[in-house]
């Protein structure tokens, strides 16, 4: 399985409250996403690095930022968390030459 | 601007039935790549199979097979002999080829895929 792992596994939080997904990896893979799952969407992208201090915006960017400051870690940052963003946060690792991403187990995040 | 499509919302099958799970995709690059994932109620994501857009050739593997063709922009995926254990939630998913762009994948909705005794 290839090493990558999601912190927190599971949040709860307030409406307006910052809050810091993070997102570490062992492979040294150059290719990092973070995606979001909701019911009827399949998964989508919200922001993507494609090396470290180098992120593009996905999808569904709006209301997230990120920031990679090392290869191993990329950290989805929502600065006012909105109830509209509760939902199942993955992600993902790839690197060029070998087209598969391999994604991490998940964070569950529920905005109350 | 790509898109995935997968028209079926859930399949429910009896163990042993074959079932095969649509998807159409769009996209205006030359070069892509086409893959299927597994999301058992587990909720964790399993790579099954890739495609590029330059090999049609349709194979299997085990008791997955798939049917990729170009001029109808379809990449079907074909489970043969099901069992309870292939009940999950099977995505299809579009990828560019491009630089800085890598990776980055375009998926359907997902197929609940239901597998009874």
């Known amino acids: 399985d290839a090493g990558i792992t999601q912190s927190p596994r599971h949040k709860v939080t307030e409406t307006g409250t910052p809050v810091t997904l993070r997102c570490h990896q062992t492979e040294n893979h150059r290719y990092m996403y973070w995606y979001r799952q909701d019911p009827g969407h399949g998964l989508r992208l919200i922001h993507y690095s494609y090396g470290v201090k180098d992120t593009d915006k996905g999808e569904v960017s709006d209301g997230y930022s990120v920031s990679r400051s090392k290869t191993e870690d990329f950290l989805l940052t929502l600065e006012s968390a909105t109830s509209s963003q509760t939902s199942v946060y993955f992600c993902a690792i790839s690197e060029e030459g070998n087209t598969e991403a391999f994604f991490g187990q998940g964070t569950r995040l529920t905005v109350v | 601007a790509q898109k995935v499509t997968q028209a079926q919302t859930e399949i429910s099958v009896v163990e042993k039935e074959d079932v095969t799970l649509d998807c159409v995709y769009e996209?205006?690059?030359?070069?892509?790549?086409l893959f299927w994932y597994k999301q058992p109620p587990s909720g964790e994501l399993v790579f099954l199979i890739r495609?590029?857009?330059?090999?049609?050739q349709n194979e299997i593997s085990g008791r997955y097979s798939w049917n990729f063709q170009k001029s109808t922009s379809s990449f079907n995926f074909t489970i043969t002999a099901s069992q309870v254990v292939d009940s999950a939630v099977y995505f299809c998913a579009l990828s560019e080829a491009l630089g800085d762009s890598w990776g980055k994948l375009q998926f359907g909705a997902g197929t609940q895929v239901v597998v009874t005794p």
């Open positions: 996209t205006r690059d030359t070069t892509y790549y």
């Open positions: 495609r590029n857009s330059f090999d049609e």
